[in-house]
């Protein structure tokens, strides 16, 4: 059964950039690093997501609350061009099908890394912000589903900040799931 792997939490899937790069896991001042800019990144990307007034604007004027969200318009759109460009300049991996929790990962098709390797995954989780999240990860095990090959990825070394980090990107996917089928049967 999938679910085994991956726990019996909220699982976010799509398909997504991604690169694979084999070698050994790092350690230390490497994962120190990788951490911190995992954290950094994953900070951004939740920040993209938020629409919300902020608490100290509540007793504002509405003209200096309209203000602020126009120009938080305007620094969207510049996010997503300068997006845009870095991804011409530069292009994407491949999207992959993949299954992803706080702890590990399922990754879907030929290309997916083979069992016993270890390597860095470079996972892109925003295409506004086309800079992946990199992950350290054992190649655990794999299996077969609707005739595709499924290499089971185990993270290692994330930092709790980080673990935390995902755990909220995955709520806010499965939030935004959840709110898309209500629109939809409405």
Same mark, same amino acid.
């Given at each position: ?6 726990? #019996? ?13 084999? @070698? ?7 994962l120190a690093r990788l951490n911190a800019d995992n954290h950094q990144l994953l900070g951004a990307e939740s920040s993209l997501d938020e629409v919300r007034v902020h608490e100290a ?33 530069? @292009? ?23 069992? @016993? ?28 589903? #609707? ?9 290692? @070394?994330?930092? #709790? ?26």
């Amino acid at each position: 059964m999938p679910e085994a792997f991956l726990g #019996d939490g909220l699982i976010f899937e799509e398909a997504l950039p991604a690169v694979w790069t084999a @070698g050994a896991l790092v350690e230390e001042l490497a994962l120190a690093r990788l951490n911190a800019d995992n954290h950094q990144l994953l900070g951004a990307e939740s920040s993209l997501d938020e629409v919300r007034v902020h608490e100290a604007l509540k007793d504002e004027s509405p003209a200096l609350v309209h203000e602020l969200q126009r120009l938080e318009y305007k620094v969207n759109i510049l996010l997503r061009l300068t997006a845009e460009l870095a991804v011409r300049s530069s @292009g994407l991996p491949p999207a992959q099908r993949v299954r992803l929790t706080s702890h590990a990962l399922e990754w879907f098709g030929a290309e997916s890394p083979a069992v @016993g390797a270890t390597g860095l995954l470079a996972l892109y989780i925003n295409s506004s912000l086309p800079q992946p999240v990199k992950i350290p990860c054992e190649i655990v095990g794999e299996r077969m589903q #609707d005739n595709l090959r499924v290499a089971e990825l185990r993270f290692n @070394g994330l930092s #709790d900040a980080v673990v935390e980090q995902l755990d909220k990107l995955i709520f806010r996917h499965h939030r935004r799931l959840v709110a898309g089928a209500r629109l939809a049967a409405h």
